[in-house]
């Protein structure tokens, strides 16, 4: 029993001589009996540091090329929005150069992003109509009511970048530029069908008769 009662004491003494001054103010580092990694080794973000393990010893690395800082502000031009800055009109026309470049870059795009529903014309015959999206699909040929033909550019980059009806969008996965890109080789597709035999230069139109 004595030896309970000393033990008891001690334990209380200890339990009191630890935990019992939390909160207190000190200048002495506190007893931590478990640190719980709150101190570790570490490099402070966005500081010079003696970090050997980088060549230039940053404590961070820098943004990658092309990064588009959260800060900075959405610009209402008709690049970003297909429409005419402060309106809610389309753009009539691409705001990028239609060049050979643009439309490779298109055609390559397109034959990624779309062309699994739209098909590699564009006619809506896609592969994933095969897959119970029949008759869903848009035909971007549009040959009954021409709809899609006429509308202008900035409408076609308004239903990549935002969908339309049963369609999705495509801003998250799909850069700026690379939607206007898909829109001029849009544009190509549809002309591929419309142009008439006047248009094809003289020489050319024997082996088109073929
Ligand atoms: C997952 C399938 C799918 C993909 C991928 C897809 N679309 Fe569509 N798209 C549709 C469907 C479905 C419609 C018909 C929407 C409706 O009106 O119900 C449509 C409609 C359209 C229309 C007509 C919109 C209108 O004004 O009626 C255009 C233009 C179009 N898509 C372009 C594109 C382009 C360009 C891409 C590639 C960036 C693309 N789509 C990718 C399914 C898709």
Known sequence: ????????????????????????????????????????????????????????????????????????????TPLNTGRITGTTNFVELNPLPVTRELLERGRERFQI?????????????GITTQYGMAGVVADLHDAKTKKIVQQPDGEIFNTISNGKNTMGAYAPNIAI??????VAYVRALQLSR?????????????????
């Open 177 to 182: 530029e690379d939607r206007w890109a898909i």
């Open 1 to 76: 029993m004595r030896y309970f009662l000393l033990i008891f004491v001690l334990a209380i003494a200890t339990v009191l001589g630890t935990a019992g001054y939390r909160g207190t103010l000190t200048r002495k580092s506190p007893l931590e009996l478990f640190p719980d990694m709150k101190r570790q080794a570490k490099l402070r973000p966005q500081s010079e540091t003696h970090n050997l393990f980088w060549e230039d010893n940053r404590g961070s690395r820098l943004p990658i090329s092309g990064t588009v800082s959260r800060n900075s502000p959405y610009e209402d």
């Open 113 to 125: 992003s779309c062309s699994p529903c739209h098909g590699a014309q564009g006619d809506g015959k």
């Open 194 to 210: 419309l142009a008439n035999v006047d248009e094809i230069p003289a020489d050319k139109r024997a082996a088109l008769k073929k």
